[in-house]
């Protein structure tokens, strides 16, 4: 699959987000201001940004906003779960957990639990921007589903304006769906199920859109990350790179990966093409060489437990490189919740050039990123890399593109800005407290 450039992501009646929420990774500064290597041109001449900081205070709706993707994914997902209607399979115990996940509306309305919760997402595959948007009710059934396309022009290739298969649409490259149209149930997505029975178009996109990482650095634990795809030697050579940084005592480190389980299910008793779930248990065992001196020179070696000699920062800085990696090798999308969590600021520092640099990001992968550390945009971030997510008295949360703020001068710098409260968006206790 060639690589995916996401365009904008946005979601309605979501978590903190009462109206509209929409971040657009497409640049948004003259070409006067733009800054070497933090932008590059896709499609038709189209200009985006690699890196996006979303800056806001401690629940102003930052780590709702990484959900979005994770509930776009979710319902894409478990549509053919739901298609399936298969009694087994939904009560194998994640699927069942994953499944019992109430719609995660506005709570600090009342009139939000009876409106529809709404999602799009826009990416650009080859030439083509593709805008994929969908509406759940608060029964879980889809009200309204749309593909479109844009070249030179927009077309709509998938069109659904209510919960029953009968009301969809589709064309071009999903016209070939059509016959089995009828397999789309009222909670599952028509462009999973298109998916599902092999529509190429149809999951070419559903993969870009799953192909999309989203982790949260403050809940990462262990080293769940780690595979023996991700820890090929040259991969490895990578990691210890930097986490030398972090530990310069640091020589070598062995993995071995343990499968411990394997089971697997039926997907369905009499359809679907005989497909399975299958559910792995692998035991990560990680050891560390680290030298040992006399005199400054290095005269042995120790074997360690990387778990239980390492620090909390670096445990998470090994679990996340490997998805780093794995997006700046293959182009593609990842969003990481506060960023700087357990981890030196000049370490984050590392992590993020690892994306400006053409070397080291030759595909031009995308990082969305949010932050607390101020010093993280205090120096070289063109404008419209920033956003500053901001919460009401209401409980309503926005986000607010600081290219579009007045009255910046190129010389401000926006982390200093940011603390002295200029554009809003800080705790409300420290407001109350000038």
Same mark, same amino acid.
């Given at each position: 699959m060639s690589n995916a450039v996401l365009k904008s992501i946005s979601a309605t009646n979501f978590g903190p987000f009462n109206e509209t929420v929409t971040l657009d990774m497409e640049t948004a500064v003259p070409n006067s201001q733009l800054i070497d290597n933090h932008t590059f041109i896709a499609g038709d001449e189209q200009r985006f940004n690699k890196l996006a900081y979303l800056f806001g205070a401690n629940g102003s709706g930052k780590s709702n906003f990484c959900k979005i993707i994770l509930q776009i994914k979710r319902i894409i997902?478990?549509?053919? +779960? *739901?298609?399936?209607?298969?009694?087994?399979?939904?009560? +194998?115990?994640? &699927?069942?957990?994953?499944?019992?996940?109430? =719609?995660?509306? #506005?709570? #600090?309305?009342?009139?939000?639990?009876?409106?529809?919760?709404?999602?799009?997402?826009?990416?650009?595959?080859?030439?083509?921007t593709y805008t994929y948007s969908f509406e759940v009710a608060e029964s879980n059934e889809i009200l309204s589903e749309e593909l479109t396309k844009k070249r030179r022009r927009t077309e709509t290739i998938l069109s659904r304006s209510s919960p029953s298969y009968e009301s969809i649409e589709l064309k071009s490259e999903l016209k070939s769906f059509q016959n089995n149209v009828t397999v789309v149930k009222n909670n599952a997505l028509c462009l999973s199920m298109a998916s599902f029975l092999n529509n190429k178009l149809a999951t070419k996109i559903i993969d870009a859109i799953t192909s999309v990482q989203v982790i949260n650095m403050a809940s990462m634990r262990g080293l769940s990350n780690l595979s023996e795809e991700t820890f090929s030697d040259d991969k490895k050579e990578k990691y210890l790179k930097i986490l030398r940084s972090a530990d310069p005592t640091l020589k070598d480190i062995v993995v071995n990966f343990n499968e411990e389980k394997v089971e697997k299910r039926p997907f369905d008793s009499d359809d679907f093409e005989n497909r399975a779930v299958v559910f792995k248990s692998v035991r990560v065992d990680v050891q560390s060489t680290?030298?040992?001196?006399?005199?400054?020179q290095v005269v042995d070696t120790s074997v360690l437990p990387f778990l239980q000699i390492e620090s909390t920062g670096t445990i998470k800085l090994l679990n996340v490189l490997p998805l780093i990696f794995d997006t700046l090798e293959t182009g593609g999308i990842l969003f990481i919740d506060e960023i700087e969590n357990g981890l030196?600021?000049? +370490?984050?520092?590392?992590? +993020?050039?690892? #994306?400006? $640099?053409?070397?080291? $990001?030759?595909?031009?992968?995308?990082?969305?990123?949010?932050?607390? $550390?101020?010093?993280? &945009? $205090?120096?070289?971030?063109? =404008?419209?890399?920033? *956003?500053?997510?901001?919460?009401?008295? #209401?409980?309503?949360?926005?986000?607010k593109h600081i290219s579009d703020i007045t009255g910046l001068r190129p010389s401000d710098k926006l982390g200093l800005k940011m603390i002295d409260g200029a554009f809003g968006g800080m705790p409300q206790i420290l407001l109350n407290m000038q």
């Open positions: 997902l478990l549509s053919p +779960i *739901w298609a399936s209607n298969n009694p087994k399979l939904m009560e +194998i115990q994640p &699927i069942k957990d994953d499944l019992a996940v109430p =719609r995660n509306y #506005f709570k #600090f309305n009342t009139a939000s639990k009876e409106k529809s919760t709404s999602y799009k997402i826009q990416l650009l595959l080859d030439t083509i680290h030298n040992i001196y006399d005199n400054n030196h600021p000049y +370490i984050v520092k590392l992590m +993020i050039n690892l #994306f400006y $640099n053409p070397t080291t $990001n030759p595909l031009n992968a995308q990082l969305v990123c949010t932050t607390h $550390n101020a010093s993280l &945009i $205090n120096e070289k971030v063109q =404008r419209d890399e920033v *956003w500053l997510m901001m919460k009401n008295e #209401f409980g309503e949360s926005t986000l």
